[in-house]
């Protein structure tokens, strides 16, 4: 999952040399996610990321045996009694807490701590999300995720970065193919 914070406002920290320097904030976003565990006993964290206006990080549900049986059943239209999913939160209700519980420790920040205030939410409404679907895809999202602060500079979430329309790109792209 990636989050973004609303307007990418850099509010957890800097990067320098290629490395993210958390800040006082990026260090409290981080103590959310480990804490995820906690919270959400049947999931597993993986990589992660904080960088200066979102965050990247790999969360692994494990479905108990009888949420499996129970999602098996109403796939078949004959589902068990409850929840189809019961014992197993969905990516959302991870994200929703750790979107609550970030957004509560920054106001404390803002108010205890000095913290520069953000513009009505914290975060972006919604969130990135992608279903990994075998070992190549788990290992080339965890790199990714590591190499990111190295590729802030061109990252597209980085306001400082100019984004260049498509068409002029590829202007772009057609004069310099043209050099000799």
Not at 60 to 68: L, R
Not at 90 to 117: A, C, H, S
Not at 144 to 160: C, L, R, T
């Amino acid at each position: 999952m990636t989050g973004c914070t609303l307007l990418r406002k850099s509010l957890f920290g800097e990067i320098i040399d290629g490395a993210m320097r958390l800040s006082d904030a990026g260090r409290m976003v981080e103590k959310w996610w480990r804490e995820l565990k906690n919270k959400f006993p049947t999931i597993e964290i993986d990589a992660f990321t904080t960088m200066p206006n979102h965050f990247h990080g790999i969360v692994i549900i494990n479905h108990p045996p009888d949420a499996k049986r129970n999602v098996e059943a109403a796939l078949r239209g004959r589902p068990e009694k409850g929840h189809p999913h019961r014992g197993a939160p969905t990516l959302g209700d991870i994200v929703d807490w750790f979107k609550t519980m970030t957004t509560n420790g920054y106001i404390r920040g803002v108010k205890t701590e000095g913290w520069p205030p953000f513009p009505g939410r914290l975060w972006q409404r919604n969130y990135y999300e992608h279903v990994i679907r075998n070992e190549n895809e788990m290992n080339l999202i965890r790199e990714y995720i590591q190499i990111n602060p190295a590729k802030w500079a061109f990252d597209k979430e980085n306001p400082d970065v100019i984004q260049t329309p498509p068409a002029k790109k590829e202007e772009i792209e057609n004069i310099l193919g043209a050099r000799p």
